[in-house]
Structure formats: C-alpha cells, structure tokens
C-alpha cells in the first residue's frame, strides 16, 4: 500500500483567550477575551493533519519570533524530507 504524501501548510489567524479573572477577595470579575495573531503549521499525511504547531507573533516580531518560525520550519522540512528518505530505492 502508497504512504501518503507528506506535506506542509503554514497559514496565518488570530486566536481568542477568554479569562476570568477573580478579584483580590476571590470574586469573579467580568470576563476578558483577548485577540492575538500567530501563524498556525500544519502537518498532513495525505489530506489527514499528523501535527500542528501554534506560533504566536505579535505586531512587531522579535528575534526569537523569528527564530522559532525558522526552527518550526526547517523541523517541518526534515520532516517532509524523512518521508522522502525512507522509501526503498
């Protein structure tokens, strides 16, 4: 039987957080949602997600922003890639 094709797909959205923070006497306050962009890689075998990896990024991107996007990638990549390299030649 074929292995299905691995492959990857990096798509960008924003998320939600509702919080509901309690006051200092242990209260309930009123809830919070918060909105925050990130970019969301996809692992599929065939049409079916193996994986994913949230990657939160602000407005203004940081270093470590970017090098945790490289580092989820190039792990992507080897990913794919070991697929590739495992099939009898």
């Known amino acids: 039987m074929a292995t299905p094709p691995r492959r990857v797909t990096l798509r960008t959205e924003h998320r939600s957080v509702t919080l509901s923070p309690h006051d200092s006497t242990g209260g309930r ?11 969301l890689l996809t692992r599929l075998e065939g ?21 945790t996007l490289i580092a989820a990638l190039h792990e992507a990549m080897r990913w794919t890639r070991a697929h590739v390299d495992d099939k009898p030649s």
Do not use: R
């Not at 602000?58 to 090098?67: H, I, K, V």
């Open 29 to 39: 306050c009123e809830q919070t949602t918060v909105f925050y962009a990130g970019m």
């Open 47 to 67: 049409d079916v997600p193996a994986a994913e990896v949230w990657l939160p990024m602000g407005e203004e991107p940081t270093f470590a922003d970017d090098e």
